[in-house]
């Protein structure tokens, strides 16, 4: 009789290790501090919205662990490494910046853990890929404005961005442009993300008297040569991507990045969009969600992306669950292979579609174009 009554009373602790086993644990890194802070914030902003969305899948819970890696690098690889080998985390995702997503990507591939990319990247190339970009293709960022430049008869185009794999990946897009014959780009200057002033490289820009200006920075830094630009007196027109949908580019720019046209995912203006749009649904869903986790009203295009990220897990972890337990290296593999199977999932910034060795799984349907106009972003059909 003693044994079954030890066996009565430690039913219900096994039964809650049992659960506690089942935990799905996700490894999130943002920027918090740094140049990259006013992206990482919203990136932050934006999961909490997903969390109080929904933080748990067909009863288990999902457990959010979150760093901040200061804009740094060595400080994201550092992080991705705690999270999968000290907090063991089922599937990582990050971070504000290129650089640092990058080094994460390469954590992840070497581990053997998956992880979701939420700022735009140029995945390396290996047989055992285990990221994928919740990101629009980087290229079409610039595709798509170029598109309209051509239309308006906007032929050479200036462009300035960040010394880094961000403003490689800008330049990048816009000399795609530049084979299919729709624009010619006249310079590639650059800055760092720190620097106080362009005025030298804008100098050298207007030198060469382009019918337009591609910007290839974000967030706060991203408005810098719109500042500088202004102040020389350009009045033309200046085009952008959706690493400047955000806040303090609009304080920081002010009046000088008034009319600023930037290729966009659709949630940034939601409430413009027809009935039918994809993105309308998701995008209300998420505007609701982040309001009650935040108290405010999402004003930027980042913090979208972390709830895409969030629902993409959330269609892929059922899948993984019918064939491993959370927290083992089964899971793991069977989670990148659910991720990379996610097949027409409508989010809020596209319909995705990954398959293997894929990492974009969104197309031209995810962009519309918006014009900045007060202060606030207005849709451009």
């Known amino acids: 009789m003693k044994t079954i009554a030890r066996l009565i009373l430690a039913l219900p602790f096994t039964l809650l290790a049992v ?18 802070a006013s992206i990482g914030i919203p990136y932050s902003k934006g999961m909490a919205a997903a969390v109080e969305y929904a933080n748990s899948v067909n009863g288990e819970k999902i457990n959010l662990i979150q760093l901040d890696d ?21 599937v990582l995702i990050g971070t504000a910046s290129a650089p640092s997503t990058i080094a994460m990507v390469a954590v992840a591939n070497e581990l053997k853990v998956p992880m979701i990319a939420i700022s735009p990247i140029s995945v390396p190339k290996v047989d055992d890929l285990w990221a994928i970009d919740v990101v629009q293709p980087t290229d079409l960022m610039s595709i798509v404005v170029a598109d309209r430049m051509a239309r308006l008869g906007q032929k050479n185009v200036g ?13 990048k897009g816009a000399k795609v442009a530049e084979a ?4 010619k780009v006249l ?54 991507t959706p690493a400047l949908l955000n806040a303090d580019f609009i304080r920081v720019g002010g009046k000088a990045v008034d009319g600023v046209v930037v290729s966009a995912g659709p949630t940034i203006v939601a409430e413009q969009l027809p009935e039918d749009h994809f993105s309308k649904k998701p995008s209300m869903a998420f505007r609701a969600a982040y309001q009650k986790a935040n108290n405010a ?34 899971f793991h593999a069977a989670l990148r292979d659910a991720i990379f199977a996610t097949t027409d999932l409508k989010g809020t910034h596209s319909i995705y579609n990954f398959k293997p060795g894929q990492p974009y799984g969104a197309d031209a349907r995810g962009f519309v174009l918006v014009k900045l106009e007060n202060g606030s972003w207005k849709y451009v059909p």
Request: proline share 6%; no cysteine; hydrophobic share 40%.
């Open 19 to 36: 659960a506690a086993q089942a935990e799905i644990k996700v490894g999130f890194v943002t920027s918090l501090s740094g140049p990259a």
């Open 297 to 330: 009203a999402t004003t930027d295009g980042f913090s979208a992306y972390s709830f895409d990220a969030w629902l993409i897990l959330l269609d892929a972890i059922p899948r993984a669950m019918a064939n491993a337990k959370p927290g083992t290296p089964e």
């Open 70 to 90: 200061g804009s740094d690098p060595s400080a994201a690889t550092r992080n991705a490494r705690k999270l999968v080998e000290e907090d063991k985390v089922d």
């Open 159 to 171: 462009y300035i961005g960040f010394s880094d794999a961000w403003g490689d990946l800008v330049y």
């Open 187 to 240: 310079t590639d200057q650059r800055y760092g993300r720190t620097d106080t002033s362009v005025t030298g490289q804008i100098l050298t820009l207007l030198a060469t008297h382009p019918d337009a200006v591609l910007l290839g920075g974000s967030g706060t830094q991203g408005a810098l040569p719109a500042l500088a630009l202004a102040e020389r007196g350009y009045k033309g027109p200046i085009y952008g």
């Open 180 to 183: 299919d014959g729709k624009i």
